[in-house]
C-alpha cells in the first residue's frame, strides 16, 4: 500500500530545534508537491510549509515563516522540515502530505484537502 510516513518528532525545550522527515513507502516523492501540516488538539488543521514538484518553489504560513524551513534531497527521495525556534504554540502532530498538482497544495494550503497522500503524522512537544 502506498503511502508517506513521517519521522523525527520529540519532546524539546522552548527555543530547541527539531528536523521533520518525510518518505514516500511504493512510490516517488520526489515526483508530488510536499506539504507539513500540523494539527494541535483543540485546533484547526493548520497548513506550515509547502515545496512545489515543479520547480521548488517554497511556501510558507506566517506562523513558521523565518523559523522552518521545507527541503527537498531527492538523492535520498526525502523532504524535510528544519524547525528552529520552537515554541511551545508550535506543538502538535506533524503531517506529511504529497500531491501530485503543481500548485494547488501549495497556494491553497490551509484549505487544500484533496491530497493524494497523508501520513499518521508524528508528534512533537515544545516545552516551555
Known amino acids: 500500500q502506498l503511502h508517506v510516513v513521517e519521522s523525527g518528532g520529540g519532546l524539546v525545550p522552548s527555543g530547541g530545534s527539531l528536523r521533520l522527515s518525510c518518505v514516500g513507502s511504493?512510490?516517488?516523492?520526489?515526483?508530488?508537491?510536499v506539504a507539513w501540516y500540523r494539527q494541535a488538539p483543540g485546533k484547526e488543521r493548520e497548513g506550515l510549509a509547502c515545496i512545489s514538484r515543479a520547480d521548488g518553489s517554497t511556501y510558507y504560513s506566517d506562523s513558521v515563516k523565518g523559523r522552518f524551513t521545507i527541503t527537498r534531497d531527492s538523492a535520498k527521495d526525502r523532504v524535510y522540515l528544519q524547525m528552529n525556534l520552537l515554541k511551545p504554540e508550535d506543538s502538535g502532530v506533524y503531517h506529511c502530505?504529497?500531491?501530485?498538482?503543481?500548485?494547488?497544495?501549495?497556494?491553497?494550503?490551509?484549505?487544500?484537502?484533496?491530497?493524494?497522500?497523508w501520513g499518521e503524522g508524528t508528534l512533537v512537544t515544545v516545552s516551555s
Open positions: 502530505a504529497a500531491d501530485t498538482t503543481d500548485q494547488a497544495m501549495c497556494g491553497l494550503l490551509d484549505s487544500y484537502y484533496g491530497m493524494d497522500y
Open positions: 511504493g512510490f516517488t516523492l520526489d515526483s508530488y508537491s
